[in-house]
């Protein structure tokens, strides 16, 4: 499977994107779906994650209440709404999948990544 991301930009702290991880191929219903981000200087972090049921929804503590992950496997998107976001969430944001049933909070769990989109959150 292929991904891409997109839906990035710049918005102000307290405003709202959202992001969208299209895949290519007939089998993106097989595949668990993880966001990550990653800030100049900083590790690639999990963000959340969605299992390939579209439930079993996992969420990094510092996004959990502000970001929502969602999928539609009819579309072969899963999206990332952000919303009251802060100048901590600046980061390059990448979707990435594994075929599995769940997704993980570890980002050598995944095989297939998408290039980043660009997330800046100004004060």
């Known amino acids: 499977v292929q991904l891409q991301a997109s839906g990035g930009g710049l918005v102000q702290a307290g405003g709202s994107l959202r992001l969208a991880c299209v895949a290519s191929?007939?089998?993106?219903?097989?595949?668990?779906i993880g966001w990550f981000r990653q800030a100049p200087g900083k590790e690639r972090e999990f963000v959340a994650g969605i299992g390939r049921r579209g439930y079993d929804l996992l969420y990094a503590d510092s996004v959990k209440d502000r970001f929502t992950i969602s999928r539609e496997n009819a579309k072969n998107m899963v999206h990332l709404q952000m919303s009251s976001l802060k100048p901590e969430d600046t980061a390059s944001y990448y979707c990435a999948g594994r075929k599995f049933m769940f997704s993980s909070t570890q980002r050598n769990d995944y095989n297939y990544w998408g290039q980043g989109t660009q997330v800046t959150v100004s004060s």
């Open positions: 191929g007939r089998t993106f219903r097989d595949y668990a």
